[in-house]
């Protein structure tokens, strides 16, 4: 048997890191996601490059299924062993190598979490800006989903915050791609080949990243609004103003009705509410609030409030972050399915108060939350414990997407594709570009081994 081959022969160099525990590969048999699991064959811990080189060449000669593992918070079936084999969890990998001060860079393992890294610059006057809403995910992780979150307004998402990553290839060869320069017009952008690769075309091991100074001054607000259109508006004009906001995020009534009791929220109402975030100057970031809050009024928003005490703006943001958990704990013994459409910004308003529509007419409860400033936007799908419950979810979601794609928009702003997502690839990008697609993924997994089952449907 292939599997029975790799495990006598990586167990020689793995030892008791390579596991057939069954604790340990139900824990990797799914992510947060309602995706069926499946069981990988064998749980692999791996600590060097050299390791997942070795291992990688094994399963490769034996055409056994590798499945990267960061620390599995992805929403689309993306960790999934869809066709069995190993799964190579990355987490122990988790030093930070190197920070230059100087240069405004780092270079890290890819176990390393963002949550830690940012930990680990606390006293270098640096952060690492990008944040999905959990702090338990990986760089290597994000690298995989190409992975965003709210201060992506202000400072882009991984796309724009990797400089260069050392990636083990199918058949186990170890190459590097980029640099630590901050532009290169020197052949094919290979780091941005293997951003949203999700696992399919290699395995990231080190990555080199940017860093920000820490703002001289920061403040946070909400405001509320009337209605959804309102405060979506605000945020259009807000954009083509050119405001430089660090973040902002709206999240509908039925949202603010969870995070209100979910988080402990005093002063709000469960209306549309948008949360802001200046970065700057004490002068620029008082600018920048003075025109956003006149805005806001002028379609409408009431009871604009300020945080600038870091522990009230802490206690804001985390409440933000934790909106996913607000929403499960809505209709405790309901599963939620994560939507994440994006549109361009010039079509927010229409797709927003769309979806919210669409959910009326669904019957469900799905709380909108967005990182509007991107034109991004979720809702959390509650499914019903019931036998047709997970369909009715489905069906929902497909709306939402045909509605984003009827706009110009994507089925996915920083989520990716995994499972969940792959039968919208083909409406999207076209059938030429998709067979592009899959002629890098053979050119790179001549064996399909790496993640197989995830981005394209068969
Ligand atoms: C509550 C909650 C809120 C979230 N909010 C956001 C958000 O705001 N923005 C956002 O973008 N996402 C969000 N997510 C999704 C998730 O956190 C991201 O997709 C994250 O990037 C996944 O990181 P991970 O380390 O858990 O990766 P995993 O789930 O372990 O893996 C994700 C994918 O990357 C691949 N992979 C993992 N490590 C590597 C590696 N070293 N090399 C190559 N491929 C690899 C995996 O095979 C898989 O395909 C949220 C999830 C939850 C549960």
Redesign the pocket.
Known sequence: MPVETVLAAASAFLGDRLTTNAALREQHSH??DTQPPVLPDAVAFVETTEEVSRLLALCHQEHVPV?????????EG??TPARGGISID?SRMNKVLDVSQPDMDCRVE?GVTRAQLNTHLRDSGLFFPVD???S???I??????R???TNAVRYGTMRENVMGMTVVLADGRVIKTGGRVRKSANGYDLTRLFLGS??TL????EIQLRLHGIPEAISSATCQFPALANAVDSVIEILQIGIPVARMELLDDVQMDACIRYSKLDGLSAMPTLFFEFHGTEAAVAEQARMAEEIAQQHGAQGFRWATDPAERGKLWQARHDA??ACLALKPGYKGIATDAIVPISRLTEAVVGVKEDIAASGLTAPIVGHVGDGNFHTVILVPPEPDGLARAWELDKKIVARALSLGGSCSG???V?IGKREFLLQEHGSDALAVMRSIKLALDPRGVM?PG?IFLN
């Open positions: 992510g947060e499945v990267a593992w960061g620390a599995g918070t992805s929403l993306h960790v990355l890819a999905p809403g959990t338990a995910c990986t290597g992780g994000m690298c995989g989903t992975a965003s979150g999700e696992g290699g395995i990231i091991t996913y958990w920083e989520h990716g995994g993640n995830k």
